[in-house]
């Protein structure tokens, strides 16, 4: 009651011989709650943005080394 309550992100099990230990990521339930609106809102706001464009978006990457690719 009233303690940190933590959402797995990932977990795997690892072989250390003879045995197997469980690695697992989390992260505080407020926290992940948190970005995972950001994420939501972030969406939407890109969502209307290319919604009511009247032209075309694209990537453009420009290289280091001068090279340029649109992935």
Known sequence: MGGVEFAPLASTLVAIAPKFIA???????????????????????????TTHMPGMIYQFVL???GAVNFP
């Open 23 to 49: 690695l697992t990521l989390a992260m505080e339930a407020s926290q992940r709650q948190k970005a995972q609106e950001a994420l939501r809102q972030s969406e939407a706001k890109f969502h209307k943005l």
């Open 63 to 65: 290289h280091p080394d």
